[in-house]
């Protein structure tokens, strides 16, 4: 199993442009969610998904989409890039919603808004 | 106030000491709760659950307090592999499954 994938690694956008960050997993998990991660604010939740078709905002959802159409596949889109979205983003994904709500996590990706 | 909050550190602790980390959290109505680990430039990875009657992991022990709305984590016989950022995080399952990270405690074992 390849576990959680997150792409890209690294991204450098403009203000204003849009994006779509990949996260996939192959763990057959119902629950993935994706986090940003900031210098001592520790991880805050944008959105999450208790399975296929199914979201819901998290704590910091303005600026950002996200759409669950499969199982395996839950991007997180930013719709104009502002500077205020240079962040970590993690995925995550657990088998249930009774389990760790996030059991795994993807290797993140780091993006910078100029 | 926030709704998970911890220690900052950094904790500087000798190789061997014993060391504790608390978490408190805001909302009584939290379920679950968890401790994850993360070195730097990483992802976080789930260290252990936490469960009322407390729970043991080798040289890790984690403990709930509902009343007082707190969780633990403490470390024993540190090693120096043990330097990392230790998180905790609670989860609400009431009107959707939200979990909420605390920003984090910088341990440093040292030799």
């Known amino acids: 199993n390849a576990g959680v994938t997150q792409t890209p690694k690294f991204q450098v956008l403009k203000t204003g442009q849009s994006m779509t960050l990949q996260c996939a997993q192959d763990?057959?998990?119902?629950?993935m969610s994706w986090y940003r991660q900031d210098p001592g604010m520790g991880l805050r939740l944008i959105h999450y998904s208790v399975g296929a078709g199914i979201t819901d905002q998290g704590e910091v959802p303005n600026g950002y989409n996200v759409s669950r159409s499969t199982t395996e596949d839950f991007p997180l889109r930013l719709l104009s890039a502002a500077p205020s979205q240079t962040s970590v983003y993690f995925c995550?994904?657990?088998?249930?919603?009774?389990?760790?709500?996030?059991?795994?996590f993807g290797p993140g990706t780091r993006l910078t808004v100029l | 106030r926030k709704e998970v909050e911890q220690d900052p550190g950094p904790f500087n602790v000798p190789e061997g000491a014993t060391v504790a980390f608390n978490c408190t959290y805001s909302n009584s109505a939290s379920q679950s709760f968890f401790w994850y680990r993360q070195d730097c430039r990483k992802e976080p990875k789930l260290l252990m659950s936490?469960?009322?009657s407390g729970n043991e992991d080798g040289r890790f022990t984690a403990q709930l307090n509902r009343a007082s709305q707190y969780i633990s984590l403490l470390i024993r016989d540190s090693k120096l592999s043990d330097s990392a950022t230790y998180l905790c995080?609670?989860?609400?399952?009431?009107?959707?499954?939200?979990?909420?990270f605390g920003a984090g405690t910088r341990l440093f074992v040292k030799a």
């Open positions: 995080a609670v989860t609400d399952r009431t009107g959707g499954f939200k979990t909420i």
């Open positions: 995550a994904s657990s088998y249930s919603v009774a389990g760790p709500s996030e059991g795994f």
């Open positions: 763990m057959n998990h119902e629950y």
């Open positions: 936490v469960y009322s």
